[in-house]
C-alpha cells in the first residue's frame, strides 16, 4: 500500500468522523463538543457582535430631546403609544442566527447511560435534562433579548420562558432569562408579573454580572410605575456599573430630573453639575446648565437663563434657552410674558422638529386656555405634524387640532360678520354674512357644549345668537340646548324661563310634547340613563314577544328622545314587534321611514334589507317568536351573497392565514397575543409563526401567518383548540376562521365581512367539525365591569331557513355578536398565578406522558423491526442452504453424468 494510499484513507476517516459527529440524532462526549463548538465559534460569536453593534448604534445614534423627561433606553417602549408596532427590527439578524443555531445544533436525543458512572442524584438529573448542547442555551438568551431590543415585548418573553422551562437545572441561567422577562414586563405595562419576578429574584444570591442587570432593570420598572423616588437609588447604582459612557451621561441628566421634579433642588442641581466633568459634548453641557438655572426661583432663574442668552457661544441654543425662560414663568401663572417668551423661543429654535412641536403645544395651550381658539388651532396644527405619533402628547394635540380646525371656519364667518358692521356695504352681502353668522354661532355653541366641553362658550355663543337674531329659525333648538344646560347646572330659575319660552312660542313642538311627560326634569337631567333603561325594557319586550310594550316604549321614546342616539333601535324594535303581530303594513312604512331617514346607521341598512326582501317576493312570517323571520323564496341564499362572493377564491392551495376575531378590547389584546406566541414557542421550535393584529371592524383579528394551505391552517388551528392551557388564557368570544391572502386583502379593501363568512360557510368549510369555532375559555371566576348596556340590533335576529340547514353568514355573525356580548360583560377574566403554574405544570406532565409512550411505541416498533429482520435474515439462511443443496445436488448430477460419459 502507498503513502498516497494511506493519506486517502486517513482523510477519509476524518470526513466520516466529522460526518457523524455533525448529526444531532447521536448524542456522545464528541458530538456534544462538536455541536458547542460550531454553536460558540461559528453561529453565536458572529451573533453575539452584530447584537452589540446595533445596541451601541442604537444609543449612540439616538438624539435626546433635554426638554423632555429623557428615557432610560432609546429604544423603549412609549407610554400612549398609538403605533401598531410590526414585528421585526434592527436585530432581525441576531433571531435569524440564534433560530439557525437551535435549528442546527440542539441536541434532545437522551445519550446512552454510562453503566460505569455511579447513579447519582446529579447524574439522574443530568439524564433528566431537555438539552445537551452546553452552549445552546446562550442561543436562547441572545434571541429573547433580540426580540426585547426590536421591541417585540411578547415574542421575547415566549422565547425567555421557554428557556426558564428548558434549562430550569440551570439556575444563573433561569435568573438571566427571568431578569430580562422583567423588564420585558415592564415595557409592556405587566408590571403585577414584573413585580413577581423581582421578588423572586431579589431572593437569590445573583452573580455579580447578573445583580448589575438586575439593579438596572429594576430600576427601569420602578420608573415606569412612576416610583421615582424609590428608584433612585437602583438607578444611581447601575450609573455606578454603567460602562458605555453616553448611556451613563443620559442616566445622569434623568437622576436630575426626577429630582428637580422632587423638588430636591441640590440634589438635581449636583446631578446636572456631575455632566461637567465627564468631557461632555457642549449640546448636553448646554442643556445640564438650562435645567441648573431652572431650578432656581422666580427671577433668579429668568436672570440666569438670559445671562446664558447673551453668549455667543449658546446662539444655537437660543431656542432652548427662552423655551426655559417661558416654563419658569409659565410655572408662576404669568401667561403674558410666558407668551412673550414662548414666542421668541419659536422663532430662535434651531433644534429638531420635536423640540420645536413642544414649544408651538406650550403656546397651543395657553391660547387655549384663554379661549383664544385661532391662535391655538394654528399652533397646535403645526406641532401635529412634527410630533412622532407615539409621543405621549399627540393624542391631545390631534384632538384639539382637529376639533378647532372645525371650530376656526365658524369664528372666522362671526369675525366677518363683526367686521361688516363697521363697513358700509350693500344689503346684500350684509344679508349674506348674517346668514352665516347666524348658522356659525349655532354651530360654535354645539361645539363648545358637546366636544369642546367649554359650557360658558357656549352659552355665550347661544345667547349671542338669540341678541343678534331674534326671528332666528333656530330659536326652539337654542331654547332647548339651554334649558338642559341650566338644568344641569341646577340654575332653576334660568330653566324654567327657557321653558316658558319654548311652551309660549313653540307650543306643538316636540319639545313642548316632551315637556308634558311628569318626569321630564329628571329625563333631562339623567338623558342617558332613562333613555338606555328604556330601551333594555323594549328589548326584552321584544324578545318575550310584548307588543304591546314595545310599542308603548316606543311612543315614550319618540316624546322623550325623538333626537337620541337609540332612537333608530326603537324604530327598528317597534317595526319587527308589529311584524310579529301580524301588522306587516305598519311595520313595513317604519322599516322603509328608517331606510329613509337613516340609511348610514345598521338599523337603517338592516331595515333596507327586509324591505328589499319583501319586494322581491319573500314574506315576512308573523308567528315568528320571539324573532322576526324572513321565508327565502325560492333562492336559499342570503340577500347579497351572490354578488359579494365573485370577490372571494375558493382555492384552499394558496397561502392562508388564521384569523382570530374579538371584540375591540384594546385591553385584552396582548394577553392573547401572549397566550398564541406561547403556544407557538411550545410546539414549534424550527418553524416560526407571525402574530400581529389587524383591524375587520367591528372586530379586531390576531392574524397567524404564514400557512401554505387551507388544510396546514386547519391543522394548527386543531391543535389551538386542544391546547388546555391556551384554552384557560384566552379572552372570552374568540372566533377562528382561515382565509387565504387574497380574500383577506379584498376584505380590508372594503368588502363586506359577512359576505366572506357566508362564502366560507358555502365553499370551504370542509374541516372537521370540532375545528371550527371550537375554542371556547374554560369556566373561572370574572371579574365584573361596567360595561354600555345597549344590546345590538343587527341581523342577529333573523333566521334564514336554507334548505341544507347550514348557518348563514347572518347567523354567523350572530354568534358573534353574541360572543362580542359575553367578552364585553368579561372582559377582566385573569387566571391566578396558582391556576397557570397548575395547567403548566399538567401540560409539562402529559407532555412528558406523551414522550414516553412516543418511547414506548419505538421500542415496540424497534423491537418488531428487528424480530421481522431476524426473520428475513432465518428465511434468507434457509434460502442459501436450500440453493446449496441444489448446487451440490446439480453437480453430483454433472459428475455422474460426466462418469456415464467416460464410460461410454
Not at 435 to 449: P, V
Not at 854 to 864: D, M, N, P, S, V
Request: proline content about 4%.
Amino acid at each position: 500500500m502507498g503513502k498516497y494510499d494511506v493519506k486517502y484513507i486517513v482523510v477519509g476517516l476524518i470526513l466520516s468522523l466529522l460526518a457523524s459527529g455533525c448529526s444531532t440524532r447521536r448524542n456522545t462526549p464528541g458530538t456534544r463538543a462538536w455541536h458547542e463548538l460550531n454553536t460558540r465559534y461559528n453561529i453565536y460569536f458572529n451573533a453575539e457582535t452584530d447584537y452589540n453593534e446595533t445596541l451601541e448604534s442604537v444609543f449612540e445614534n439616538y438624539r435626546d430631546n433635554y426638554q423632555a423627561w429623557l428615557p432610560m433606553y432609546p429604544n423603549s417602549a412609549v407610554s400612549n403609544d398609538t403605533v401598531i408596532k410590526m414585528p421585526g427590527g434592527p436585530f432581525d439578524q441576531v433571531v435569524e442566527k440564534m433560530t439557525k443555531a437551535i435549528r442546527e445544533h440542539s441536541i434532545t436525543v437522551k445519550p446512552r447511560r454510562d453503566p460505569s458512572r455511579p447513579n447519582t442524584q446529579e447524574y439522574r438529573d443530568w439524564l433528566r435534562q431537555e438539552e445537551y448542547n452546553p452552549f445552546i442555551d446562550r442561543a436562547w438568551l441572545l434571541m429573547g433579548k433580540a426580540h426585547l431590543q426590536n421591541r417585540d415585548y411578547t415574542e421575547a418573553v415566549s422565547v425567555l420562558a421557554h428557556t426558564v422551562q428548558r434549562f430550569a437545572h440551570d439556575i444563573d441561567v433561569v435568573s438571566e432569562a427571568e431578569i430580562w422577562m422583567m423588564r420585558a414586563y415592564a415595557e409592556m405595562g405587566w408590571f403585577a408579573e414584573a413585580e413577581s419576578l423581582a421578588t423572586a429574584l431579589k431572593l437569590r444570591k445573583l452573580p455579580v454580572e447578573l445583580g448589575e442587570r438586575f439593579t438596572e432593570f429594576y430600576a427601569f420598572l420602578l420608573l415606569k410605575q412612576k416610583s421615582y423616588r424609590e428608584a433612585l437609588p437602583f438607578l444611581e447604582q447601575a450609573i455606578r456599573n454603567e460602562k458605555n459612557r453616553k448611556q451613563r451621561r443620559r442616566l445622569t441628566f434623568l437622576v436630575g430630573q426626577i429630582y428637580a421634579y422632587l423638588g430636591d433642588s441640590e440634589h438635581a442641581y449636583n446631578a446636572f453639575e456631575q455632566l461637567a466633568g465627564w468631557d461632555t459634548p457642549y449640546e448636553e453641557l448646554i442643556n445640564a446648565r438650562i435645567a441648573q438655572a431652572r431650578l432656581a426661583t422666580g427671577g433668579r432663574a429668568v436672570d440666569a437663563l438670559l445671562k446664558m442668552a447673551e453668549k455667543k457661544r449658546n446662539s444655537a441654543f437660543l431656542g432652548q434657552i427662552h423655551a426655559a425662560i417661558g416654563a419658569v414663568h409659565l410655572s408662576q401663572n404669568n401667561l403674558d410674558k410666558a407668551i412673550e417668551s414662548f414666542l421668541i423661543a419659536e422663532k430662535e429654535s434651531m433644534g429638531d422638529a420635536a423640540e420645536k412641536a413642544q414649544i408651538e403645544v406650550a403656546l397651543g395651550d395657553i391660547y387655549f386656555s384663554r379661549n383664544a381658539f385661532v391662535q391655538a388651532e394654528s399652533r397646535y396644527s403645526q406641532a401635529l405634524g412634527k410630533l412622532p405619533e407615539q409621543h405621549e402628547s399627540y393624542l391631545r394635540v390631534k384632538f384639539r387640532a382637529d376639533l378647532l380646525g372645525e371650530l376656526v371656519p365658524h369664528l372666522a364667518a362671526v369675525a366677518v360678520w363683526d367686521s361688516i358692521q363697521q363697513q358700509p356695504v350693500t344689503q346684500e352681502i350684509r344679508e349674506m354674512a348674517a346668514d352665516k353668522a347666524e348658522a356659525a354661532l349655532f354651530r360654535i355653541g354645539d361645539i363648545a357644549a358637546g366636544r369642546l366641553g367649554n359650557i360658558d362658550y357656549a352659552v355665550e355663543a347661544y345667547s349671542r345668537l338669540l341678541s343678534e337674531f331674534p326671528e332666528s329659525t333656530r330659536r326652539r333648538e337654542i331654547y332647548s340646548r339651554l334649558l338642559l344646560i341650566f338644568l344641569m347646572r341646577g340654575d332653576q330659575e334660568m330653566a324654567r324661563n327657557f321653558k316658558e319660552k319654548i311652551v309660549s312660542e313653540f307650543p306643538e313642538s316636540e319639545y313642548a310634547l316632551a315637556m308634558e311627560d311628569p318626569d321630564y326634569d329628571y329625563v333631562i337631567r339623567n338623558y342617558a340613563k332613562v333613555q338606555d333603561s328604556l330601551y333594555q325594557d323594549t328589548y326584552l319586550a321584544y324578545r318575550e314577544g310584548r307588543t304591546e310594550t314595545v310599542q308603548r316604549n316606543f311612543e315614550r321614546a319618540k316624546r322623550l328622545f325623538f333626537n337620541g342616539h337609540l332612537m333608530p333601535k326603537f324604530t327598528l324594535l317597534s317595526a319587527l314587534s308589529r311584524g310579529q303581530s301580524g301588522d306587516l303594513e305598519e311595520s313595513t312604512a317604519l322599516l322603509q321611514e328608517l331606510a329613509q331617514k337613516q340609511p348610514e346607521s345598521g338599523e337603517g341598512a338592516y331595515a333596507r334589507q327586509i324591505v328589499t326582501g319583501l319586494s322581491e317576493g319573500r314574506a315576512m312570517v308573523a308567528t315568528a317568536l320571539p324573532f322576526t323571520e324572513i321565508e327565502q323564496r325560492p333562492s336559499p341564499v342570503m340577500i347579497n351573497s351572490q354578488a359579494d362572493s365573485v370577490y372571494f377564491d375558493s382555492n384552499k392551495d394558496l397561502t392562508h392565514s388564521l384569523l382570530l376575531l374579538s371584540p375591540s378590547i384594546p385591553s385584552r389584546r396582548d394577553e392573547l397575543l401572549f397566550a398564541v406566541s406561547d403556544f407557538n414557542f411550545s410546539n414549534f421550535q424550527v418553524r416560526t409563526f407571525r402574530s400581529d393584529f389587524t383591524s375587520l371592524p367591528p372586530y379586531d383579528a390576531l392574524q397567524v401567518k404564514p400557512f401554505q394551505s387551507f388544510a396546514e391552517a386547519g391543522r394548527y388551528l386543531a391543535m389551538l383548540a386542544a391546547d388546555t392551557v391556551f384554552r384557560q388564557n384566552i379572552t372570552a368570544g374568540i372566533v377562528p376562521l382561515i382565509i387565504s391572502d387574497q380574500n383577506l386583502a379584498a376584505l380590508q379593501s372594503g368588502k363586506p365581512l359577512a359576505a366572506y363568512l357566508d362564502f366560507f360557510r358555502d365553499q370551504l368549510d370542509d374541516l372537521p367539525g370540532d375545528s371550527l369555532g371550537s375554542i371556547e375559555p374554560i369556566s373561572v371566576e370574572w371579574k365584573s365591569v361596567e360595561t354600555e348596556k345597549n344590546v345590538p340590533l343587527n341581523p342577529v335576529t333573523t333566521d334564514l331557513r336554507d334548505s341544507d340547514e347550514r348557518l348563514s353568514a347572518e347567523q354567523l355573525r350572530a354568534v358573534l355578536e353574541a360572543k362580542e356580548k359575553e367578552a364585553l360583560g368579561q372582559v377582566d377574566k385573569r387566571v391566578s398565578k396558582g391556576e397557570r403554574e397548575r395547567l403548566l405544570k399538567e401540560r409539562e406532565r402529559l407532555r412528558k406522558k406523551e414522550i414516553k409512550e412516543r418511547e414506548k411505541e419505538l421500542k415496540l416498533r424497534l423491537k418488531a423491526r428487528e424480530e421481522a429482520l431476524k426473520q428475513l435474515e432465518r428465511e434468507r439462511r434457509q434460502k442459501l442452504k436450500m440453493e446449496e443443496r441444489l448446487r451440490k445436488e446439480k453437480q453430483l448430477e454433472r459428475e455422474r453424468i460426466l462418469k456415464q460419459q467416460k464410460r461410454k
